[in-house]
């Protein structure tokens, strides 16, 4: 099993475990909408950048590396990262809220209204490139690129259940570090919860900077105010960017439904899409050693299926065509480049038995046109 793939495999299975086990209880606001949305939001592109991200600080440490802790015995090595990286993500995190351009890629992450693991992956596409400022003060020092990568596994790790909707309080945790119950107060919508709480895995720098704050008492929501997302990862991605630019989103009604897509087909299409992304990167990695015309084909489709699933998501007659138009052509691509494996041909057949089963009306329901101008 090849190391990148497996934390993929996990966080999924996790995430539709929770999400099945929340969708059952219903204690706490949920929609399968908003979990397929955050599984697909940025994770295409976020993968591309994430390796530009460690290209960049691999770059540096071998070229630019001021050797700072190469007489440090291992475990200091290890112990000084483990720390400096979190402190080097709370100002990370701390300044995307002050500046509009940073603002502009973490805004997606704040657009959920759910509380639960999926928000955890829900990222801008930009997520990652980012983040590569911040860190490159440990490159310069010299700390390895492997202990680099492991640090920032296990933090993000940390960060990934600190978006739970199921794990309880460990107050014996909470005077040091950022649990779900610290967390979630980061994503309240009113009161400026939002600018509290900065934290990643050690909540002792919210404390030492002052920005923490314990739950509020009163009954709250989350997400963020102004303009609605549109849960189509390419716009809303990009649309942060569009309004700094000064391009104004034209005053168009919205598109209304013409069929409701069934829970089962939905979160399907979701995770067979999600399949191939697996496969993509246990195939390519980061993708920068020799990119093949392959290879960007399947990036570019599974890119334009993240695209499409939101269409299907929201009911829009493109949606259908669409998706089906992915599903064709990634089959199609699989058997030309001769990817003629098992996964490939058994996961490039499904989706597309997937996609020919949504156009032609398999669970999905038409929408009443009386009953949406009503």
Known sequence: ????????????????VEALIIAR???????WQDVVFNLNSGHIML????????????????HFSF????????????LFTLIAWDLGFYWLHRLHHRYRLLWAVHVVHHQGEHFNLSLGVRNSW????????????????????????TVSVLHYTIQFFNHSGLIPRFKWLESWMVTPHHHRVHHIKTGGYANRNFGGSFIIWDKLFGTFSESPETPHQYGIGGEAATENPLIDSNRPFLRILGVKKANKPMHSPSYHIGKMGLVGGSLLLFTLVIGYVYRYGYGFN???????????????????????SSGYGWGKWSWFAVASLTLLLIIIAGWLTP????????????????????????????DVQA
């Not at 209880?25 to 929609?31: G, I």
């Open 25 to 31: 209880q219903k204690r706490v606001s949920f929609s």
């Open 343 to 370: 996964f490939w041909l058994v996961m490039g057949a499904l989706l597309w038995l997937h996609s020919l089963a949504v156009l032609m009306g398999v669970g999905t329901t038409p929408v009443d046109r009386r």
């Open 126 to 149: 930009y997520s990652s490139l980012t983040s590569i400022p911040f860190f490159l003060l440990l490159a310069l020092m010299g700390v390895p690129l492997t202990v680099f990568m």
């Open 1 to 16: 099993m090849n190391e990148l793939t497996f934390p993929i495999i996990f966080m999924v299975l996790i995430v539709m």
């Open 290 to 312: 020799g990119t093949t015309l392959e290879q960007v084909g399947l990036f570019l489709l599974l890119a334009a299926g993240t695209v499409a699933l939101s269409g299907l």
């Open 47 to 62: 993968w591309l950048f994430r390796g530009l991200e460690l290209f960049c600080y691999g770059f540096v440490v071998t």
């Open 67 to 78: 050797g700072l802790t190469d007489s440090w015995p291992t475990w200091l090595v290890w």
